[in-house]
């Protein structure tokens, strides 16, 4: 997996009303069809779509990932995410933009060679917002504008 995809959760694969209490997690909604992950297959389903192959590895860029480790972390994903994942972000409580630029640097990735999905753009490194897609954080991947412009910046990416 030469290519990389950086994957927040909350606000990407369910709704950012996410709480961590006492141990447990959960999604503040009262919509019996949103839950934790509710839309993990769906970004599967994207991956699979856009590379069959198997080219693009995630990255886990997430509070999840910085509270529980990385590799607990991806176990709450679908299988199929989870064999793409290849490690995590540090640098916490940095910007999820530039602990994704440390990353980066860390693994000497080319500067071209990923893109990252996050509903949080706060602190974003500017020479760095064409490879973020922005979502709306009650959302997610739902959003089809959103799920067309990750298929575009996944396909970019591949063409690298």
């Known amino acids: ?45 994207i991956l699979d779509d856009e590379d069959p192959q198997g080219q693009i590895g995630i990255v886990l860029s997430t509070t ?3 509270r529980y480790g990385w590799k607990v972390a991806a176990k709450r994903l679908t299988p199929g995410l989870q064999n793409r994942v ?13 602990q994704i630029e440390m990353y980066a640097e860390d693994v000497r990735m080319p500067h071209n060679d990923w893109v990252a999905i996050d509903d949080d753009d706060y602190w974003w490194p500017e020479r760095h917002l064409d490879k973020l897609v922005k979502t709306d954080p009650d959302l997610g991947i739902l959003c089809k504008n959103t799920q067309q412009l990750l298929r ?5 990416l591949l063409l690298r």
């Open 1 to 45: 997996m030469s290519k990389t995809l950086f994957l927040d959760y909350d606000g990407v694969l369910h709704p950012a009303s996410v709480w961590f209490n006492n141990g447990e997690i959960q999604l503040d909604s009262e919509d019996e069809n949103l839950f934790l992950f509710c839309w993990a297959p769906l970004l599967e389903s």
């Open 152 to 156: 575009l910046k996944l396909r970019e």
């Open 64 to 66: 999840w990932g910085h």
């Open 86 to 98: 290849k490690g995590g972000t540090t640098g916490y409580p940095q910007s999820r933009g530039r």
